[in-house]
T-cell receptor, first 115, second 112 residues
């Protein structure tokens, strides 16, 4: 089955700096890559996703890049703010259309924004 | 106020007892899911259902059971056969299987 590796497990950055979280996947058939953010004590929420037919997607301060050849994708957060502190999960789906039943999650990255 | 409601939020049980976690959604979503979250382990799929009266095993279904008698409801039973039931359980739903997951606030089960 699919295996998703996520690094680092903990990332501490100064407020205003950029943060990058990286994930690799094993199954070349994976075609949908969402990122979920889970603030302390709250539910995970989708923040951005990308499908295999594009290489990059941006939404304000966050962006995701995908390298299908190398089978890795990354989350980039610029101008980090205190509210960016959370656990971030990447995921990959092997289902046609990106079915959630085929989602495999990474183990998460705890992002800490230092004031 | 639309969303997914899980109950109870915290649950303590003795070893050997079955427990049922409730999940209700009023989003009119077809698909519903149960995930288990352990520290440093990400989210692992237990069961999912794409339609009423139908459900499928996920990656870690052993020791769990579900039912989907109504579109709005997808309860999870943690049976005594689950060897390590202490965990945080998240219910989610999506419009279709390929859609964005909307999560509930979770239920933390502790087996004493």
């Amino acid at each position: 089955g699919e295996n998703v590796e996520q690094h680092p497990s903990t990332l501490s950055v100064q407020e205003g700096d950029s943060a990058v979280i990286k994930c690799t996947y094993s199954d070349s058939a994976s075609n949908y890559f969402p990122w979920y953010k889970q603030e302390l004590g709250k539910r995970p929420q989708l923040i951005i996703d990308i499908r295999s037919n594009v290489g990059e997607k941006k939404d304000q301060r966050i962006a995701v890049t995908l390298n299908k050849t190398a089978k890795h994708f990354s989350l980039h957060i610029t101008e980090t703010q205190p509210e960016d502190s959370a656990v971030y999960f990447c995921a990959a789906s092997i289902r046609t259309g990106g079915g959630a039943d085929g989602l495999t999650f990474g183990k998460g990255t705890h992002l800490i924004i230092q004031p | 106020d639309g969303g997914i409601t899980q109950s109870p939020k915290y649950l303590f049980r003795k070893e050997g007892q079955n427990v049922t976690l409730s999940c209700e959604q009023n989003l009119n979503h077809d698909a519903m899911y149960w995930y288990r979250q352990d520290p440093g382990q990400g989210l692992r799929l237990i069961y999912y259902s794409q339609i009423v009266n139908d459900f499928q095993k996920g990656d870690i279904a052993e020791g769990y059971s579900v039912s989907r008698e109504k579109k709005e409801s997808f309860p999870l039973t943690v049976t005594s056969a689950q060897k390590n039931p202490t965990a945080f359980y998240l219910c989610a739903s999506s419009i279709q299987v390929s859609g964005e997951l909307f999560f509930g606030e979770g239920s933390r089960l502790t087996v004493l």
